[in-house]
Structure formats: structure tokens, C-alpha cells
């Protein structure tokens, strides 16, 4: 059990344990034979997340407000003046339903921190202002919010939080929606790490880490280079590579002529390829 301890991060000194720890003590224990390493991180985020939530919670409940209703009052702040945006797109940037933004305006409009006014574009929609008491509400809730997430990190140093922000975008990049790809990634189109061991375990071949080639431009570097749908990127410039933000600033740092080799599966066999970024 202690092998197993140990390879999931838990300190010898279980005076250092947090609540993570003793799960994973306990699972070490009774089912050595599963990898529990993926809750060392896992359960830890959301363990994090419900308590930084309850503590901002209180900032906000002291103004009248849920944390829902302040994300709705960002959201307008930081489109600039005139602090406005369409009903739709305010729905899309909250990721909520209408009727159920409807429902959180409706209030919001009641208390005069909004106001819904005609949208001239589009006769069956809406837009949604942040009124002057809205706008003054945010100058006072924003800056008590970040004094308290700021408290929230204490015990992280500032290189700490670069860090673990930095680990944090690698993540999330990979499980958002993929944005347009720049010219920087030579006429190819990935699928995040994650995706790809899904699609690769699916068709039976092995569950590799790496980024999953979805699309070759035909006449672009990559294809120039041999690279072909379904080659997956293992290791860029003989570093692995896990996440497309890597992969992106390797290739973004390429000038004219220059070149990168690349480790690639095709299948499961592997290969090396070195592409190299157009000339003017």
C-alpha cells in the first residue's frame, strides 16, 4: 500500500494530508489494482472550486446578489460603453438557456441594474444594458470580489499561481471548443489530447497521448511534410506534447524557411517528419 501511496502524491507525514489524501490512502488500500491518480487532481479542483464558491458567495449575498447575477454584470461591464449587448448573446456567454437568462434578467431588471431595451436589429430579441445603478454597483462589488479571490490564494506564492494558472490554461484549452486555427499551425488541425485517446481506444489502437491530426490542407506545409488525417503528435522539437497551446507556440515561433521535426503514430506505428514553414 505504501508503493501505491506514494504514487499518487501522498506525503509521508500525514500531518500534511488534505481531504484528497485520505481517499486516496484509503483506495490505495482496497483496490491497489485501479489508478486512482486522475481524483489527485480531479476531486482536488472540485473541492477547491465549492469552497472558493461558498466564500464568494458572501461577498455577494452582502450586496444582494448571487454570483450569478454578478457574472451577468461582468459580462456587460467588460463589453465597454455603452455596456450593452444583445439577449442572445449574453445567453451564449453565460452558457444558459433563454428561458433561463430570461428568468435571471427578469430580476435583474426589477432590481434597475439592467434594462432590457428594444434591439433594432432584431425585432423578436432584446438588448440588455447595465443601467447607471448597475454600473455603479460594479465599481464597488469588483474591487471588494478581487480583494477576497486574492485572500483565496494566499497560500500560493505569486510564481505558484503563475504556475498553476499556466497548468490550468493547458487544461481548459484542451476542453473547450477549438477556435480557428492561426497560420502558425501550417495548413493542420488538431483534436485536444484527451479526444484523441477517446478516438484512438475506440478503433482499437493504443491510448496514447498526443494531438490527433482531424485535417491536412492540401498544399500546406503539412502536407508537404507527409503528414496525414489521423497521425497523431506525440513529440514537437523531441519534447512531448500534450496540449494544443504547446503545440501552437512552437509552431508560432517558426520564421520563414524554417523547420520542426515531429514524432507522429500513424496508427500505431511511429514515424518522424519534419515540417517546415513557407517562404514569402
Not at 143 to 160: C, F, K, Q, T, V
Not at 213 to 236: F, H, K, M, T, Y
Request: aromatic share 4%.
Amino acid at each position: 500500500m505504501g508503493e501505491a501511496r506514494r504514487a499518487y502524491g501522498v506525503p509521508d507525514c500525514e500531518a500534511t494530508w488534505d481531504s484528497v489524501d485520505y481517499l486516496l490512502a484509503d483506495w490505495a488500500r482496497e483496490r491497489p489494482d485501479l489508478d486512482f491518480g486522475p481524483l489527485a487532481v480531479i476531486n482536488r479542483m472540485g473541492q477547491v472550486r465549492r469552497k472558493f464558491e461558498q466564500h464568494m458567495a458572501e461577498v455577494f449575498s452582502r450586496h444582494g446578489l448571487t454570483a450569478a447575477d454578478f457574472l451577468v454584470i461582468v459580462n456587460l461591464r467588460r463589453a465597454g460603453q455603452p455596456y450593452r449587448l444583445p439577449q442572445s448573446r449574453l445567453m451564449n456567454a453565460l452558457g444558459l438557456t433563454s428561458g433561463t437568462v430570461s428568468l435571471r434578467l427578469d430580476r435583474l431588471v426589477k432590481a434597475g441594474i439592467v434594462v432590457r431595451e428594444p434591439d433594432p436589429d432584431d425585432r423578436r430579441g432584446s438588448l440588455i444594458r447595465l443601467s447607471d445603478d448597475g454600473l455603479r454597483l460594479f465599481d464597488v462589488v469588483a474591487p471588494e470580489h478581487l480583494a477576497n479571490e486574492d485572500r483565496l490564494l494566499s497560500a500560493l506564492s505569486g510564481e505558484e499561481r503563475e504556475t498553476l494558472a499556466g497548468l490550468l490554461r493547458h487544461l481548459l484549452v484542451s476542453l473547450e471548443p477549438p477556435r480557428p486555427a492561426p497560420d502558425s499551425h501550417l495548413g493542420m488541425s488538431v483534436e485536444s489530447a484527451h479526444a484523441a485517446r477517446g478516438l484512438r481506444s475506440a478503433v482499437g489502437l493504443s491510448d496514447t497521448a498526443g494531438l490527433l491530426l482531424s485535417a491536412v490542407e492540401a498544399g500546406s506545409p503539412a502536407a508537404a511534410a507527409g503528414l496525414q488525417r489521423g497521425d497523431l503528435i506525440v513529440e514537437v522539437g523531441g519534447a512531448p506534447v500534450h496540449n494544443v497551446g504547446g503545440l501552437a507556440a512552437t509552431l508560432a515561433g517558426l520564421g520563414e524557411g524554417e523547420a520542426v521535426d515531429l514524432a507522429v503514430l500513424r496508427g500505431d506505428e511511429p514515424h518522424r517528419v519534419v515540417v517546415r514553414q513557407a517562404s514569402a
